[in-house]
């Protein structure tokens, strides 16, 4: 793991009384009475836009929580290309593996907070606290359908399908879609970081969303921002060209 990172000047306690993605991160399962237990093995890192948190085959000793800014994973190939194989966002997981070495790097995309803890504290608290290992055994399970998720995206999709349903998963993950209204997605990763994990070009993300935008199927008021302004036309959209 890359030393070139900052230590959070907050306390634990005050981290995680005033965390706004609790909820969503394993530490959902530790009683609020029973915070004082990671007190003792978790450490707060601050990364910079670009800086590396860990590359492909470093030991695996820490784990971390995302609680905040986004991280890219991905996989070098022998020729140097790169595979984005996920985004992470606040509240997620980080950094757990079978091996003792990590299967992919993780980079910051923007500024980026992880809570961190050792391996070893990880299975201490586990075998301690049954329910933070239910939980996360359902994060494990969230992580495996994305995964699948993007497996079908990456071998049977088109770039119009591929790039739609890209934003639906994003908007499923940060909104309650039920209501069939308007969303709009925050997109903090780069055209090229999105035409890696699609398994595209550079170009086609490009002409693809520029195309979607004049089909009305989206709205692009920033490079950072989509706005999904009939979600049934684009789930619609998604499912056959």
């Known amino acids: 793991m890359t030393d070139a990172h900052n230590h959070s000047s907050r306390s634990l306690s005050q981290a995680c009384e005033l965390c706004s993605v609790r909820h969503r991160a394993m530490c959902a399962a530790v009683d609020f009475e ?26 695996a000793d820490y784990v971390f929580n995302v609680s905040n800014g986004d991280v ?24 757990l593996v079978k091996q003792e070495a990590y299967a992919y790097g993780a980079e910051a995309i923007d500024a980026v907070e992880l809570c961190c803890m050792r391996i070893v504290d990880l299975e201490r608290l586990l075998r301690e606290l049954p329910a933070v290992r239910d939980r996360l055994l ?24 591929k790039v739609l349903s890209f934003l639906l998963m994003r908007a499923r993950n940060e909104h309650d879609l039920d209501g069939g209204e308007a969303v709009t997605l925050d997109l903090p990763m780069s055209r090229s970081d ?7 070009t550079i170009e086609t993300v490009s002409r693809t969303f520029t195309s979607l935008k004049e089909e ?16 049934d036309a684009a789930e619609a959209a998604a499912s056959a060209d």
């Open 138 to 161: 359902d994060m494990s399970r969230d992580e495996l359908a994305a995964a699948q998720e993007q497996m079908l995206l990456l071998g049977r999709k088109s770039a119009r399908e």
């Open 216 to 231: 009305g199927l989206i709205d692009l008021p920033s490079a950072q921002h989509v706005v999904l302004p009939d979600i």
């Open 34 to 59: 029973r915070l004082g237990e990671l007190e003792k093995i978790v450490s707060h890192r601050q990364f910079a836009p670009g800086q590396l948190i860990f590359e492909e085959s470093d030991p």
């Open 194 to 200: 999105i035409a890696d994990y699609l398994g595209l």
């Open 72 to 95: 890219r994973l991905y996989k070098l190939l022998a020729d140097g290309r790169r595979q984005i194989t996920g985004f992470l966002r606040p509240g997620d997981f980080l950094g």
